[in-house]
C-alpha cells in the first residue's frame, strides 16, 4: 500500500463490519507513527478494539505538543462544551463577547500540528455537514501540516463537502446508497468502483480499491486487509 506520510493527505475509508477496515487503518497509523510522527484517534471510549492507546486532551497546545510520537485517542466529548470569544462588532472598532459552542475539530485545528488524526466513526459527532469548526479544520490542515483519515460505515454517511478536497479514497464492501448530493462525476467514479469489489467480495470479503482522487488513479487494487 502507498505510504500515507506525505502531508495535507485527506482519505476516506468506506467499508461495513468485518471488511478489514479497522486493519487499514491500523495498518497506516503505524506506519506514520514508525515515520516519527504523532498519531491521533478520535473515537468513543466504548471502541474495545483501541484499547492499549492511551486517551490524552488536547485542550492546550501544550499538552498536544508533549505527544510527540506514538499513538493517542481522543474522546470528542471529552472536547464539546461553550466558551467565550471576543468579536469586532461590523463597521466599529467595538468589541463584543460572544458564546460560541466548542468540539473536537476546534482543538485539533488550534493546537495539533504536524500529525496525521483518524476519525472513526465520524458520524457519530460530525453531523451531516461540513460545516463550523467541522470546515475550518479542513480548510487548514494544509498549514497546520495534518493528514485526515475518515472512517466510515458506507458513502451516505458521508458528507458531501467532505468529498471536495479528498485526497484518497479507500473503498471496500458497503451495502448503502451514494449521497444524493455528492459531485455528479465523484458520484459516477464510486459507482464504478462499487460495481468492481461487488464484483470481487464473492471470492474475497477483504477485497477493496485503493483510488488517488487527486491525480484520478488507482493506487493498489486489490488491497490486502
Known sequence: M???????????????????????????????????????????????????????????RQDAAKCKRGIFAIRPTDHEFHRVIKKKYEHSDK?????????????????????????????NYSGNQVQGFFKK???????????????YHGTSDT?????????????????DDIPPRINPTKKQLIQSLRAIVKENVVHNPFFGIHYDLKHNRLIEYPIAA
Open 2 to 60: 502507498k505510504k500515507h506520510t506525505r502531508l495535507s493527505q485527506q482519505i476516506i475509508l468506506i467499508g461495513t463490519n468485518g471488511t478489514g477496515k479497522t486493519s487499514i487503518a491500523t495498518e497506516i497509523m503505524n506506519r506514520t507513527a514508525a515515520n516519527g510522527r504523532p498519531v491521533f484517534i478520535v473515537h468513543a471510549e466504548k471502541e474495545e478494539k483501541y484499547d492499549p492507546v492511551p486517551f490524552v486532551s488536547i485542550k492546550n
Open 95 to 123: 468589541v463584543k463577547e460572544e458564546e460560541v459552542p466548542t468540539n473536537v475539530f476546534t482543538y485539533i485545528e488550534e493546537n495539533v500540528h504536524n500529525a496525521l488524526i483518524v476519525f472513526d466513526d465520524v458520524r
Open 137 to 151: 479544520m479542513l480548510v487548514n490542515r494544509r498549514q497546520n501540516r495534518q493528514d485526515f483519515l475518515f472512517m
Open 159 to 175: 458528507p458531501p463537502g467532505l468529498w471536495a478536497n479528498a485526497t484518497d479514497f479507500i473503498l471496500l464492501n458497503t451495502n
